[in-house]
Nanobody, 118 residues
Framework: QVQLVESGGGLVQAGGSLRLSCTAS????????LAWYRQAPGKQRELVAT???????NYAASVKGRFTISKDYAKNMVFLQMNSLKPEDTAVYYC????????????WGQGTQVTVSS
């Protein structure tokens, strides 16, 4: 498994932007799917965005058009650019990784807090 470390969370006003980063402890393989999840207080963890080894992306309906997931193989990093943030985006955001063929994400980061004030 790969160790993942998130960074870039913080406090931002509604309408603002943040860029989350996730650094992997080993090379991100071109056959890996990377994802961002989030969990708000009292709610279940939800999938925010994914990017497959082939570069296909998928987004939750609630963030489509505002968030962008990307990856940098050279730096072993995955990013989540978050624009037009809303108070309902407040959550702990987690980075996750799996092989494209695997059914579940087996590697998780420790999470980074994002708080959006109204």
């Amino acid at each position: 498994q790969v160790q993942l470390v998130e960074s870039g969370g913080g406090l931002v006003q509604a309408g603002g932007s943040l860029r989350l980063s996730c650094t992997a402890s080993r090379t991100i393989f071109r056959g890996d799917t990377l994802a961002w999840y989030r969990q708000a207080p009292g709610k279940q963890r939800e999938l925010v965005a994914t990017v497959t080894g082939g570069g296909s992306t998928n987004y939750a309906a609630s963030v489509k058009g505002r968030f962008t997931i990307s990856k940098d193989y050279a730096k072993n990093m995955v990013f989540l650019q978050m624009n037009s943030l809303k108070p309902e985006d407040t959550a702990v955001y987690y980075c996750a990784s799996k092989a494209d063929w695997a059914p579940d994400f087996g590697s998780w980061g420790q999470g980074t807090q994002v708080t959006v004030s109204s």
